[in-house]
């Protein structure tokens, strides 16, 4: 079975930063596409950033572009997002994803997903 497991989300102050880590098992993590998304109380599920398998490229929503850095590790599975100069805004359980395909911004091409886990910035 696939398993997606986030951790590193918490409670940190307006400036502070977070990395947040999510372990992939059970696919064939190397060929996958992995994203980030987020979804804070009462809104739809974000875009935030993604990270494609065959070269490496980026991909950030405008709101955390300058921010927020995704990485990856393939030989330990492991996708990563360092998130700097949080905002309140940035409050909201944030999502790893694993995508087959292409078009990594839209939320329906991820196959997979973990349960989340919650960032909270304060002002």
């Known amino acids: 079975q696939v398993r997606l497991v986030e951790s590193g989300g918490g409670l940190v102050q307006a400036g502070g930063s977070l990395r947040l880590s999510c372990a992939a098992s059970g696919l064939p993590f190397s060929t996958y596409g992995m994203g980030w998304f987020r979804q804070a109380p009462g809104k739809e599920r974000e875009f935030a950033a993604a990270i494609n398998w065959s070269v490496g490229g980026t991909y950030y929503a405008d709101s955390v572009k300058g921010r927020f850095t995704i990485s990856r590790d393939n030989a330990k599975k492991m996708v990563y997002l360092q998130m700097n100069r949080l905002k309140p805004e940035d409050t909201a359980v944030y999502y790893c994803?694993?995508?087959?395909?292409?078009?990594?911004?839209?939320?329906?091409?991820?196959?997979?997903w973990g349960q989340g886990t919650q960032v909270t910035v304060s002002s």
């Open positions: 994803a694993a995508s087959p395909a292409g078009n990594y911004m839209m939320a329906g091409n991820y196959n997979y």
